[in-house]
């Protein structure tokens, strides 16, 4: 017996999306994709990656991280005049996340920053509609472009090229570029603005540690925005003074770290996997993180590997999946 909550459901057709055009970016892109998994996400991990990406690369963007690697045209700004005032010569490239948008097999994505580390379950980020991002730490009244929600759209694709070519970019990357194109994010619809915790800059912590001190435990996904990254910086376990130290040793485990296992086959070692189980756990978990539990479905049980013949329609009728049988799982879930 399986039982669903409409959220897994619906899992298929919404993915969490990144971007990693250099080998710094595909290690940072499977450390996150990894936290993804280490976490239980139920949706797809899609990475995007230019054709500069080695086939090594390519390999070590491990398929049991990213469900699809898409390469896609790198699209640069150039604009050395707004990415000097950014500070980040080297962020033109970002405009290439604006292929995101291309991805229409998908419903509903959350692209998250190759450079973003997830600490929990974040699908409830899916329950949110385009735009929805957190404030920049640096200017509040702009959404940070590291973590979003979207809506794939060929549509908006085009359009957000032809608000490119017609107004530029006002930082030289995506981010000046998406808040000038989504302009009313500050006022019009607060439940696009996604708490802090879903986008919390590591390096900006200090510039208000009293918040910090008192809502940080809550962090969901953490960014090291800065042109610093963790993958610059060694791994130093006795570097537990700063919160920054902190994060950036996590970041570290995670890099190390086994692959997790993929979201419902978690507990469900093929051999034993008992289906009501691992589905009992699945809902637990999403109960746990606050889903609301909109639809049960009643399916089938025993291993995924009977799961998976059920589904091409190799059913036992005479054996496993008897009417019998059924009937007999159903009661001793019912009891
Ligand atoms: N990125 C990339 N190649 C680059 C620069 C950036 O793939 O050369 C992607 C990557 O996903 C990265 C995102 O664009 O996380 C934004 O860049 P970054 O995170 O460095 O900007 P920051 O958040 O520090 O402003
Ligand atoms: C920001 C964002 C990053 C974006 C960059 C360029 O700092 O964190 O995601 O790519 O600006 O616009
Ligand atoms: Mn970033």
Excluded at 59 to 86: A, G, I
Excluded at 164 to 187: M, R, T
């Amino acid at each position: 017996i399986q039982i669903l909550p409409l959220s897994f459901l619906s899992a298929a057709d919404q993915a969490f999306v990144t971007l990693a055009t250099t080998e710094d970016y595909c290690m940072g892109a499977l450390v996150m994709g990894k936290s993804l998994r280490r976490h239980g996400t139920t949706r797809k991990i899609v990475v995007l990656i230019s054709s500069s990406v080695s086939p090594e690369q390519l390999n070590s963007l491990h398929k049991r991280v990213f469900d699809e690697v898409v390469q896609v045209d790198v699209m640069d700004s150039m604009d050395r005049t707004h990415l000097s005032w950014l500070g980040r010569p080297e962020l033109g490239v970002t405009l290439t996340k604006l292929q995101c948008w291309m991805l229409i097999k998908y419903k509903k994505c959350v692209f998250l920053d190759a450079d973003t580390l997830v600490l929990q379950n974040v699908d409830d980020l899916f329950e949110r509609e385009e735009l929805s991002a957190a404030p920049d730490a640096g200017w509040p009244d702009c959404f940070n472009s590291g973590v979003f929600v979207f809506r794939p759209s060929l549509h908006t694709h085009s359009r957000l090229l032809a608000h490119a070519a017609h107004y530029g970019c006002f930082d030289g990357g995506d981010q000046g570029l998406l808040n000038s194109f989504f302009k009313d994010w500050a006022v019009k619809d607060i439940s696009k603005h996604l708490p802090f915790v879903y986008n919390l800059s590591s390096s900006a912590i200090y510039t208000y540690l009293p918040a910090f001190q008192t809502f940080g435990h809550q962090a969901k996904i953490v960014h090291f925005l800065g042109a610093v990254k963790p993958w610059h910086l060694r791994y130093d376990q006795s570097n537990k003074d700063s919160y920054l130290d902190q994060f950036l040793n996590m970041w570290w485990a995670e890099y190390r770290s086994q692959m997790p296992p993929i979201s419902g086959e978690v507990d469900g070692n093929q051999d034993s996997g008992d289906m009501l189980h691992v589905s009992m756990k699945l809902l637990m978990r999403s109960m746990t993180n606050g889903h609301h539990l909109t639809h049960i479905l009643i399916l089938s049980h025993y291993s995924l590997h009977h799961r998976r013949m059920w589904e091409k329609g190799h059913v036992d009728y005479m054996g496993k999946d008897s009417f019998e049988n059924i009937k007999k799982k159903l009661d001793i879930f019912l009891d």
